[in-house]
């Protein structure tokens, strides 16, 4: 393929791929425009039910409520719950657990589970939260619109 002026080359981790992907066919269709220069948690213009979730990609509207339908794991819509309540900062794992007050095993089982379902629902392993691991214990966070929906859904 030849480089033309309006192309780049961006080295992209192997693991985000898929969502690399699927970004490109949306916005080749016109369906997805990033804006670059604000923060990852704001709807992307061109559809305002719809976040970017770094380490994950688009999640929409439709998703978060059918995944809100279909979850029914507590450890893992804990997690969820705290994240919502502090959107953008980081929650541990090690919080969660202490929470459930089930040992470590159990919320690393159900996010097992969450990526099954949501497998299942989207054809692809997606989670309405960024995760990473540091020094050895994960943490996670939702983006702020993510969390006022996942918030309004809760409580409706």
Not at 86 to 109: C, S
Request: net charge negative; glycine share 8%; charged share 25%.
């Amino acid at each position: 393929m030849e480089m033309t002026a309006d192309q780049v080359l961006l080295p992209v981790e192997i693991d985000i791929l898929p969502q690399m992907v699927q970004a490109r066919k949306l916005a080749r269709e016109g369906r997805l425009m990033l804006d670059v220069t604000g923060p990852a948690s704001e709807p992307l213009p061109s559809e305002a039910d719809a976040w970017y979730v770094d380490g994950q990609g688009q999640f929409d509207r439709a998703m978060l409520q059918r995944l809100h339908a279909n979850l029914r794991h507590g450890g893992v819509l804990a997690l969820f719950s705290q994240c919502a309540a502090l959107p953008d900062e980081w929650v541990t794992k090690a919080e969660i657990d202490e929470i459930l007050g089930k040992g470590p095993f159990q919320l690393r089982n159900e996010l097992g589970a969450l990526s099954k379902l949501t497998k299942k629902l989207f054809g692809r392993i997606v989670w309405p939260v960024q995760w990473a691991k540091v020094d050895g214990a994960y943490q996670y966070r939702m983006p702020a619109g993510v969390a006022a929906e996942w918030l309004r859904l809760s409580n409706s």
